[in-house]
Structures are given as structure tokens and as C-alpha cells.
């Protein structure tokens, strides 16, 4: 069964840092290209930005806001896709889902979704 | 890279059809046949129901198909029920290599 299953989520202070990570299963993971999408309270969906899979060479892509403050990185010996977040804002409040990209269903459809993790960034 | 325009709600009743549009630029819909759309019910994650502009998930019922002319996106929903009533965002691909999605349309089924 393909599983993605978030962890890291949790209450910070704004200025601070926070590391999210996505465990995978059930798939090649090297293969996949894996992305974050985040959505804020009673809000849409937003795309933070993904990592390309062994095929793409493994680089990153940051949507702007996210660029210079949020680093998406992948270690495929433990299957494990990571978001490091600093200087968090109050707007980064909100569910970020961690999401497989265009492994069965064609580049850039987003297949498969984890449960989520939810930030929450306040004084 | 701005989001693309959908309307904020659309409604219907059970049996009838309604399309959700989704209106970007030639730099995303227009450029690309990447064009996804997600179907999220309260509290829940959402579910990739069309992706490639018209084609289906394994799984995803037949009631659900995708179009697009030139730089407008358009979600099909025929034979409304009262599960579809739901949030639905669409995507696409950007000429810089992002991703874009719509601000989400919500349908009710009446």
C-alpha cells in the first residue's frame, strides 16, 4: 500500500525554525518526484515547492514565497522527504501536505496525499 | 506567479450538470497539458480527480470530465449528487517550472 505519513508539525514562535518530514512506503521513492502543497485555515491550496526524482537529477524547486526561508531536500536510503522551514511567519500558519507528483498519472499530477502536518506559528 | 481564477462557488441540483472554470495565461494553461483538478470534502484530503486536462484516475467515476480552450481550464460534473458537494481546485504547470493552483470553487448541490 503507498503510504505518506508527515511528522515535525507543531506550535513555534515567529523568527523560528521547523523541519518537517514525510516518510514514504509502498513505492520506488527514488523515482518520484515529491512535493509540498500547504493550505492555511479556511484557505486554498498553495504549492510550496518540490524535489525532482533521480530521473530529474534530484534538485529542488521553491515556489517564491517559500524561496531563501524554506529548503526541500530527499534522503532515499531511508525513503524520507524533508521540509526545513526558518524565519516562520504568522502566514505560514497551516496545513502542509506532503504529496507524491506524476509517478503513475503523468507529469505534474498530484497522485497521492498525506494525512498532513499542521503548523502553527503565533506569539 | 499569480493564482488562477476560479469562480468562488457554483451550485446545482441532484441529476444536473455544472462546470467549474479555471482561467490562467498562456504561461500555464495555455502553454501545457498539465492541468489537474482535486476534489477536497471538509476535513479531508484532497483527491486528484482529472489530471492531463480530461483524464480520469483509476477509480475516479465517469461523471467527472476535463476540457480546456486556449487559456481557460473547465471541470464537467454531470449526474450532480449530493457526495460531490465538495471544494474543487485546479492546477497546472507554469513556464517556470512551478506549479499553480486556482483558489478553489465550492459546490453546492441544492
Known amino acids: 500500500e503507498v503510504q505518506l505519513v508527515e511528522s515535525g508539525g507543531g506550535l513555534v514562535k515567529p523568527g523560528e525554525s521547523l523541519r518537517l518530514s514525510c516518510a514514504a512506503s509502498?513505492?520506488?521513492?527514488?523515482?518520484?518526484?515529491m512535493t509540498w502543497v500547504r493550505q492555511a485555515p479556511g484557505k486554498g491550496l498553495e504549492w510550496v515547492g518540490r524535489?525532482?526524482?533521480?530521473?530529474?537529477?534530484?534538485?529542488?524547486d521553491h515556489a517564491a514565497p517559500a524561496q531563501g526561508r524554506f529548503t526541500i531536500s530527499r534522503d532515499d536510503s531511508t525513503n524520507t522527504l524533508h521540509l526545513q522551514m526558518s524565519s516562520l511567519e504568522t502566514e505560514d500558519t497551516g496545513v502542509y501536505y506532503c504529496?507524491?507528483?506524476?509517478?503513475?498519472?503523468?507529469?505534474?499530477?498530484?497522485?497521492?496525499w498525506g494525512q498532513g502536518a499542521t503548523v502553527t506559528v503565533s506569539s | 506567479q499569480s493564482a488562477l481564477t476560479q469562480p468562488a462557488s457554483v451550485s446545482g441540483s441532484p441529476g444536473q450538470s455544472i462546470t467549474v472554470s479555471c482561467t490562467g495565461t498562456?504561461?500555464?494553461?495555455?502553454?501545457?497539458?498539465?492541468v489537474s483538478w482535486y476534489q477536497q470534502h471538509p476535513g479531508k484530503v484532497p483527491k486528484l480527480i482529472i489530471y492531463?486536462?480530461?483524464n480520469r484516475p483509476s477509480g475516479v467515476s465517469n461523471r467527472f470530465s476535463g476540457s480546456k480552450a486556449g487559456n481557460t481550464a473547465s471541470l464537467t460534473i454531470s449526474g450532480l449528487q449530493a457526495e460531490d458537494e465538495a471544494d474543487y481546485y485546479c492546477?497546472?504547470?507554469?513556464?517556470?517550472?512551478?506549479?499553480?493552483f486556482g483558489g478553489g470553487t465550492k459546490l453546492t448541490v441544492l
Open positions: 509502498g513505492f520506488i521513492f527514488s523515482n518520484a518526484w
Open positions: 492531463a486536462v480530461s
Open positions: 504529496v507524491r507528483e506524476g509517478y503513475n498519472y503523468g507529469h505534474h499530477a498530484l497522485e497521492i
Open positions: 524535489v525532482k526524482g533521480a530521473s530529474g537529477g534530484g534538485t529542488p
Open positions: 498562456s504561461s500555464d494553461i495555455g502553454g501545457y497539458n498539465y
Open positions: 492546477s497546472s504547470y507554469t513556464s517556470n517550472t512551478n506549479l499553480v
